[in-house]
């Protein structure tokens, strides 16, 4: 049986085009846009999927935001990694509840919410420190202020160490990540998978050359490509647009030190 929606909560808004809107619901809240407002009040208490209308007679349906939701909606300090990445990031580096992940170039808490979703309890090494502040919020406001007991960020440079040990996973959204290989040789144990985002293949190359001169094996490279299909009675075929290039992603494993 579906939760009813309460105050606090985040809520996905979709009118009659399929455009999406991400609301904190409030007591005495007002949700607003060209066609009028709608009172939060109408939809505390309701059970997902509700319909409500707004005061120029528009009409809005209420769902919970998908993690995949939240990520392309929520406010930004820094580029997120976007959903069609963050799936493959998880089982790269076989995130499992428990494990111990060092996460660093934090951004804007995309990848962060990801990794506590499933159970990770998460280090962030991060250099600004408003974006350090908007990943916890970011987080917070979309797990809840519990997560953050499992979700700890530093403001410092993973270029000049990395003061943990034992560690099970390091995932790194980094210019520069070849500079941590040597770093996470010494934070993690053998076994301990490592996961970098790159946005180009020149840092990718750069990286794989580091991983070759280290204790380093099973490494591979992907790009993860997402083409969806129109799909209308008889009439099946790809969309014209597809979401290509975002980014490559290397994952390797320590195999000694």
Same mark, same amino acid.
């Given at each position: 049986m579906?939760?009813?929606?309460?105050?606090?909560?985040k809520?996905?808004?979709?009118?009659s085009?399929?455009?999406?809107?991400?609301v904190?619901?409030?007591e005495?809240?007002?949700f607003?846009?060209?066609?009028g407002?709608?009172?939060?009040d109408?939809?505390?208490?309701?059970?997902?999927?509700?319909?409500?209308?707004?005061?120029?007679g528009?009409?809005?349906t209420?769902?919970?935001?998908?993690?995949?939701?939240?990520?392309?909606?929520?406010p930004?300090?820094?580029?997120?990694i976007?959903p069609?990445?963050?799936?493959?990031?998880l089982?790269l580096?076989?995130?499992?509840?428990?494990?111990?992940?060092?996460?660093?170039g934090?951004?804007?808490?995309?990848?962060?919410?990801?990794?506590?979703?499933?159970?990770?309890?998460?280090?962030?090494y991060?250099?600004?420190?408003?974006?350090a502040?908007?990943?916890?919020?970011n987080?917070?406001?979309?797990?809840g202020p @519990? %997560?953050?007991d499992?979700?700890? #960020?530093?403001v410092?440079? &993973?270029?000049?160490?990395?003061?943990?040990?034992? /560690?099970? +996973?390091?995932?790194?959204?980094?210019?520069?990540?070849?500079q941590?290989?040597?770093?996470a040789? @010494? %934070?993690?144990?053998?076994?301990? #998978?490592?996961?970098?985002y &790159?946005?180009?293949?020149?840092?990718a190359a750069? /990286?794989? +050359?580091?991983?070759?001169?280290?204790?380093?094996?099973?490494?591979?490279?992907?790009?993860?490509?997402?083409?969806?299909?129109?799909?209308?009675?008889?009439?099946?075929r790809?969309?014209h647009r597809?979401?290509?290039?975002?980014?490559?992603?290397?994952?390797?494993r320590?195999?000694?030190?």
């Amino acid at each position: 049986m579906s939760r009813p929606l309460r105050a606090g909560e985040k809520v996905l808004l979709l009118d009659s085009k399929r455009r999406r809107y991400l609301v904190q619901l409030v007591e005495g809240g007002e949700f607003h846009s060209h066609a009028g407002f709608v009172r939060h009040d109408e939809l505390l208490g309701q059970p997902e999927g509700v319909t409500v209308r707004s005061t120029h007679g528009a009409r809005y349906t209420a769902v919970r935001p998908t993690l995949a939701d939240y990520v392309l909606k929520m406010p930004r300090g820094a580029q997120v990694i976007y959903p069609k990445d963050l799936g493959p990031i998880l089982l790269l580096a076989d995130v499992h509840p428990g494990a111990r992940v060092l996460e660093s170039g934090v951004g804007s808490g995309a990848c962060s919410a990801a990794l506590l979703r499933a159970g990770a309890e998460v280090i962030g090494y991060e250099v600004r420190e408003d974006f350090a502040e908007r990943a916890q919020a970011n987080v917070a406001g979309f797990l809840g202020p @519990e %997560a953050l007991d499992r979700y700890r #960020i530093e403001v410092r440079d &993973t270029y000049e160490g990395i003061a943990e040990r034992d /560690l099970d +996973r390091i995932v790194l959204d980094l210019p520069e990540p070849w500079q941590v290989v040597a770093h996470a040789v @010494e %934070a993690m144990h053998a076994g301990g #998978i490592l996961v970098a985002y &790159t946005p180009t293949i020149g840092q990718a190359a750069e /990286l794989r +050359r580091a991983l070759d001169d280290a204790p380093f094996g099973f490494t591979e490279t992907i790009e993860v490509l997402h083409r969806s299909w129109h799909i209308e009675g008889q009439s099946v075929r790809p969309d014209h647009r597809i979401v290509a290039h975002t980014g490559f992603l290397t994952s390797t494993r320590l195999l000694g030190q």
